[in-house]
């Protein structure tokens, strides 16, 4: 039974890693970039959160939104400021680029925020379910089904939306897309407005049962980059079953082993996972 | 006047020269040959006027528009549609898909339907494919479903790249009837070729290009007929 719910709890935890990365994979599957600051925009829309609901007073029904929103303007910003212009250049101004944002995100949170570490109220989304058995936060509980039910909506709009079928077409190519009247640019930024409103929404959902800092996003974003790779570069499906089995693998550790060991069982298995199967788990080309 | 009006065009790939200097006309409902061997300079010409490639000279005019140097994303809603060389599908999306993107540029939405009926009416087997992927069409029906996007923006020109390019003579007879098919309809046609003989049959006008210059230009029928041009420009046998 304690097995179930630690798997469970697993699950949940996994759900909202998937979400946030997925923003990560599409933005690599669009443009072969990685956003390294993926972590850190994860980290603001949990300061988003704290601050909607300590200087607004407003709950999760209105902050998770806002965060989206705000993140998709970051994202878009993001793109059309730097990344536009990075891409252009050697491959490692493009690492240098969205890597020294990261640290100006950082910094910058530090210097406005404090490195103190902030919470929500437990209580904000309150009580533990019961469910057969199986004891579930109702923060997580909600956490978990939302990040799941946005994430398959991110893979719809890009498999069944004209939309998502321009997004597709601009990252398989570009020249054939501005044949068709795509205009790519656009279409970047607004795989970058999804990208960080993915984190947008994932970052407020944390917020909910999470401890709140300005290097939190370091080890979110770790996560990200080892859900990309175990689940292919550029695909969504791929992304939620990794981010799922990531959680699960977490919660199984963290549980058997020892709460301190679970981040290297993570990242060994990862490592193995790349040296046998370099294009990830899921990956197709 | 004419739709299409090419002066003096010319493009540079970095120091090297892709086509020197240019000229062409495409009247209004005509079909026109752009004749030429290997690497003379025809791709380079469709891909400068649809705005795919940045031109270094000279000027490409659209119903008496000035449109040198727009970006391709802009020429198509223009009304000037290009099936490029290549094909360049979008292979990981479906047939239907593809055909959709081709009309991106539509500003009557209600028109999509209608066109993606003409085009499976023009290319039953793409109805057949309507849900499989790009990717996993035949060599013919891939040049199918890029001719058939370049007409979902339902262009007044249609500029085609080497349609008879690797299809087996079947398949190649078939797509020229098409083509007759179009003009019919009234559809303008600026087609680059290596298949001589077929331009020359389905065109009314052709410009034979050499090393990215034109160098001769005549009604088909004077050119099919012309026993010098033949040898020299064309590579064919004399009878
Ligand atoms: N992307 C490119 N970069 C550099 N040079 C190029 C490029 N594309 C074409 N060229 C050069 O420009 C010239 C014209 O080529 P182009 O492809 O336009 O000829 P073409 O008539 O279409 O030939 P083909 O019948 O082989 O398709 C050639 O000398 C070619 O080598
Ligand atoms: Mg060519």
């Known amino acids: 039974m304690i097995l179930l719910q630690v798997i469970v709890s697993g699950l949940l935890m996994g759900s909202v890693y998937a979400l946030f990365s997925s923003g990560l994979t599409l933005i690599w599957g669009m443009m072969n970039v990685v956003n390294f600051a993926h972590g850190d925009f994860v980290m603001l829309a949990m300061y988003v959160a704290f601050f909607a609901f300590t200087l607004l007073k407003v709950g999760p029904l209105l902050f998770v939104p806002l965060a989206a929103a705000l993140l998709f303007m970051l994202g878009v910003v993001v793109y059309l400021g730097l990344v536009r212009h990075v891409v252009r250049g050697p491959p490692l101004a493009q690492i240098l680029g969205t890597f020294g944002l990261a640290l100006v995100l950082r910094y910058a949170a530090f210097w406005a925020f404090t490195a103190n570490f902030v919470s929500l109220p437990d209580n904000l989304v309150g009580g533990t379910f019961d469910i057969g058995g199986l004891r579930i936060e109702a923060s997580r509980l909600l956490g978990g089904v939302l990040a799941l039910v946005i994430t398959i909506g991110m893979h719809l709009i890009l498999t069944r939306t004209a939309l998502g079928s321009r997004l597709l077409a601009v990252s398989e190519d570009r020249s054939a897309a501005m044949l068709m009247g795509i205009r790519p640019d656009r279409m970047q930024a607004i795989a970058w407005g999804f990208g960080a409103a993915s984190t947008g929404i994932a970052g407020a959902l944390i917020a909910l049962f999470f401890y709140i800092s300005p290097t939190v996003g370091e080890s979110l974003a770790l996560v990200a980059f080892v859900v990309v790779c175990l689940g292919g570069f550029g695909s969504v499906p791929g992304a939620l079953i990794a981010g799922l089995a990531i959680g699960v693998i977490e919660a199984l550790s963290g549980y058997l082993i020892g709460a301190v060991y679970k981040d290297v069982l993570v990242y060994s298995l990862f490592l193995i996972v790349l040296w046998v199967r370099p294009r990830g788990l899921m990956g197709t080309s | ?239």
């Open chain 2, 1 to 239: 006047m004419s739709l299409l009006s090419v002066r003096n065009l010319s493009v540079r790939y970095g120091d090297l020269v892709g086509v020197s200097d240019v000229s062409l006309e495409v009247p209004e409902g005509g079909v026109v040959a752009l004749l030429g061997s290997n690497g003379a300079g025809k791709t380079t010409t469709l891909n400068a006027i649809a705005g795919l490639v940045p031109t270094a000279g000279g000027s490409v005019t659209w119903q008496g528009a000035d449109i040198t140097g727009r970006p391709a994303f802009a020429v198509v809603g223009l009304g000037l549609a290009l099936s490029p060389e290549g094909w360049r599908l979008f292979v990981q999306q479906t047939v239907e898909q593809n055909l959709r993107l081709g009309a991106t540029v539509l500003a009557d939405r209600k028109r999509l339907p209608v066109l993606l009926d003409r085009v499976f009416t023009l290319f039953p087997r793409l109805a057949e494919r309507r849900r499989q992927r790009a990717g996993t069409l035949s060599g013919g029906e891939r040049q199918m479903l890029a001719m058939g996007r370049a007409l979902m923006s339902d262009p007044k020109l249609l500029m085609l790249d080497e349609p008879s390019l690797g299809l087996a003579p079947a398949v190649v007879e078939t797509m020229y009837e098409t083509l007759g098919r179009l003009r019919g309809e009234g559809l303008t046609l600026l087609l680059a070729e290596q298949a001589v003989e077929l331009a020359l049959e389905v065109a009314d006008y052709a410009y034979v290009l050499q090393t990215g210059r034109t160098v001769l230009d005549g009604t088909a029928a004077k050119l099919a007929d012309d026993e010098d041009v033949r040898r020299i420009y064309l590579g064919l046998e004399t009878e």
